[in-house]
């Protein structure tokens, strides 16, 4: 892949964890998570990279909006609680080891703004930034921006999953 010195700006369209679209101003990826199952005893998700059209992850929440599992690529189902743990008191700072045996956190800032940063070096990894409060609604987009840094593109389905796990803790006030 070329390298633009950019980071990955990914536009979600909808700005919801129940399904939307994450495609980058500048055309390198496309990604989506897609609701696949809703019934009384779970909500299944799963990630695609829609150029390659290969799941990059599912994740499987449990009744009444309880954390379940996760799978990465082809690996195992893992719980929740045990993919993302908590940094901390705070259930808004959970770290969780990806692919590349990186440990990374995600912490919700007091702005509101989700930030991952590798957990040893500090090194800020992405950034997913809400549509500012007061701000007009633009046509087809929601506002929010994932931002992942552009040395991080085979870590961006485990980002877009870890997040919205996160995203699922802080709504539903797990």
């Keep these: 892949m070329t390298n633009f010195g950019l980071p990955?700006?990914?536009?979600?369209?909808t700005g919801r964890i129940t399904g939307s679209e994450f495609v980058d101003l500048?055309?390198?990826?496309?990604?989506t998570l897609?609701?696949?199952?809703?019934?009384?005893?779970?909500?299944?998700?799963?990630?695609?990279d829609l150029s390659s059209r290969?799941?990059?992850?599912?994740?499987?929440?449990?009744?009444?909006?309880?954390?379940?599992?996760?799978?990465?690529?082809d690996s195992d189902?893992?719980?929740?609680?045990?993919?993302?743990t908590r940094s901390g008191s705070s259930?808004?700072?959970?770290?969780?080891?990806?692919?590349d045996g990186q440990d990374y956190r995600w912490t919700l800032q007091s702005d509101?703004?989700?930030?991952?940063?590798?957990?040893r070096s500090g090194y800020h990894i992405a950034t997913y930034s809400m549509k500012p409060a007061g701000e007009p609604q633009y046509s087809g987009s929601s506002g929010c921006m994932l931002t992942v840094e552009e040395?991080?593109?085979?870590?961006?389905?485990?980002?877009?999953?870890?997040l919205t796990i996160m995203r699922h803790i802080e709504q539903h006030d797990l």
Excluded at 26 to 31: E, T
């Design 34 to 48: 897609r609701q696949t199952l809703r019934d009384a005893h779970r909500v299944a998700y799963v990630i695609y």
């Design 77 to 84: 189902h893992i719980q929740m609680n045990q993919y993302l």
């Design 54 to 73: 290969v799941p990059l992850a599912t994740l499987d929440f449990g009744a009444n909006n309880a954390l379940g599992t996760i799978k990465i690529g």
């Design 26 to 31: 500048h055309n390198r990826m496309h990604l």
């Design 8 to 13: 990955y700006f990914l536009e979600d369209r």
């Design 151 to 162: 040395a991080y593109p085979h870590l961006v389905g485990e980002l877009l999953a870890s």
């Design 112 to 119: 509101g703004e989700w930030q991952c940063t590798n957990a």
């Design 91 to 99: 259930s808004k700072s959970r770290k969780f080891r990806a692919s």
